[in-house]
């Protein structure tokens, strides 16, 4: 799993776009960007094309990791003999 979030790309706002492969999750994001932060699309679109920007957003990507208040289930106890 392969995540980007605005914040990657220097826009604040909490969303993080996730999918299988950074191709993937660059698409989401660029969904997202375009209903969510339209004026800033629209100023990196005056220095970049979109083919640049999707380049720098798969460029962003990095391995989904769990939350970190996420603990793993603990093993089975064995009885004691």
Request: aromatic share 2%.
């Amino acid at each position: 799993m392969k995540t980007i979030s605005c914040m990657d790309m220097g826009v604040t706002c909490p969303f993080v776009a996730e999918g299988e492969t950074p191709e993937e999750a660059a698409m989401k994001l660029e969904q997202h960007a375009a209903v969510a932060h339209p004026e800033e699309v629209k100023k990196m679109a005056e220095t970049m094309t979109p083919e640049a920007m999707k380049e720098a957003m798969i460029a962003k990507a990095k391995d989904a990791t769990p939350p970190a208040d996420v603990t793993p289930p603990a093993a089975p106890e064995t009885p004691a003999m």
